[in-house]
């Protein structure tokens, strides 16, 4: 079991991905660090609370907030897809804490970085500002950690916000160029494989009706509006963008990986360019593996009783 810290901005893809790491044996997920991306970061931070409240992972996280803001531009959400508060708006959220004020989301990656070293896994679904702004804090320690996976780019194919740019890249290109001139040992989870794991509808639906309860209902009424926006898009089902990038934190065979050298465009864009690979991306995915774990893992019986019993 590895020790892992999530940086995340829920998201309906990102809450996936979340229960599928802590129905995961693999890793040991420490701490969640949230960050501004698809809703600002007090709703990012409200929405990781409440999916602590409904799953009750034991041992439950550390939650630290992070960055509310890019490192250089103004914040662009993607609240139409994920909702206005992140989750499908559902309107029904039993009511969380406030989210902790310290330790924020740099300190708390800086000093897993310093604990476990290289056999951390950070896992970063969100742009990547509080990733960057753990390197500015002290770039030694994040850069002995074993693995950075981030879900993010387009490398050669188009991108989800600009016909190049893929969302998490063109939210905080400074931070991604910052993260990709460290040296870290980067595992990119790009669309290029993330659009190979559309799930339907009816495949979410089948899984859930296996665990009936209110976790099991809860999943799917947030899960149906990326279901509806993404059919109104003309898309088949739901891309697992983050699920696959934890999938492979604690599978990488899931995927066929190619060592590449990128850089970083001004709009986010993620470039081939010339020199030494400095990151390894995702290419084929084996679907069908990864679909199962994640189907399984996403709800299982275990988690049938409801948060209050
Ligand atoms: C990424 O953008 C966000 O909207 C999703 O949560 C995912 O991290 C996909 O481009
Ligand atoms: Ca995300």
């Not at 989750?87 to 039993?94: A, I, T």
């Amino acid at each position: 079991m590895k020790p892992a810290v999530i940086d995340t901005d829920p998201g309906i893809d990102d809450a996936l991905a979340l229960l599928l790491a802590w129905n995961s044996p693999e890793l040991r997920v420490e701490a969640l660090t949230t960050v501004a991306g698809n809703v600002p970061v007090d709703l990012a931070s409200t929405n990781a609370l409440r999916l602590l409240a409904l799953r009750r992972p034991s041992p439950s996280p550390l939650v630290a907030v992070g960055a509310s803001s890019p490192l250089a531009r103004p914040l662009t959400t993607a609240t139409r897809y994920h909702g206005e508060d992140g989750l499908g708006d559902l309107g029904d959220w039993p009511a969380v804490a406030s989210p902790p004020t310290s330790p924020d989301a740099a300190t708390v990656i800086v000093d897993a970085a310093r604990r476990h070293g290289r056999e951390l896994t950070l896992v970063a679904l969100g742009p990547l500002t509080n990733v960057a702004l753990a390197l500015k804090a002290d770039a030694e320690s994040v850069g002995r950690i074993g693995r950075l996976v981030v879900m993010g780019g387009a490398v050669d194919v188009p991108g989800n916000v600009t016909p190049t740019a893929e969302f998490n890249m063109h939210v905080d290109p400074e931070a991604a160029h910052r993260v990709l001139a460290a040296g870290l040992p980067l595992e990119l989870v790009p669309l290029d494989a993330t659009r190979q794991a559309v799930l339907p509808r009816a495949g979410l639906h089948a899984a859930l009706a296996q665990s009936p309860g209110p976790v099991a209902g809860r999943i799917q009424a947030f899960a149906e509006r990326a279901f509806r926006i993404g059919h109104a898009d003309g898309e088949q089902g739901m891309a697992l963008h983050d699920p696959l990038a934890v999938g492979v934190a604690f599978d990488p065979s899931l995927v066929k990986w190619e060592a590449v050298r990128l850089a970083i465009g001004p709009d986010g864009e993620t470039m081939r360019v010339s020199g030494m690979p400095n990151c390894r991306v995702a290419r084929a995915v084996d679907v069908d593996r990864f679909f199962g774990l994640f189907l399984d893992r996403l709800c299982p019986p275990t988690s049938r009783r409801p948060a209050s019993s």
